[in-house]
């Protein structure tokens, strides 16, 4: 597996555990309190967190190619920033 593609794959990883806690926690957490989410960027030895409320997470997962990460966090050729709000990025992948 090419650099790359094993850098997308971690990251969706991180993606789908991130579901996962969404799943967990979303119907018994006040949607507009912060939790730590992992940062979905595409280091593998990342494990830095993003604080998201529930609402702000499922903003992010509106769009499927939407990914949230630490601010100056390494992201992927041809995706895009469209959204700094601090700490996070939200990045689009093409």
Do not use: W
Request: aromatic share 4%; with cysteine.
């Amino acid at each position: 597996m090419d650099a790359g593609r094993a850098r997308r794959a971690n990251q969706d990883v991180f993606r789908r555990a991130n579901e996962r806690l969404l799943a967990a926690v979303g119907d018994v957490i006040d949607d507009a309190r912060p939790i730590p989410f992992l940062c979905e960027c595409l280091d593998p030895d990342c494990r830095s967190t993003v604080q998201l409320s529930i609402e702000e997470f499922r903003d992010v997962r509106a769009t499927d190619k939407r990914y949230a990460i630490v601010t100056g966090h390494p992201i992927m050729n041809g995706e895009r920033p469209v959204d700094v709000d601090g700490d996070v990025t939200i990045v689009e992948k093409p």
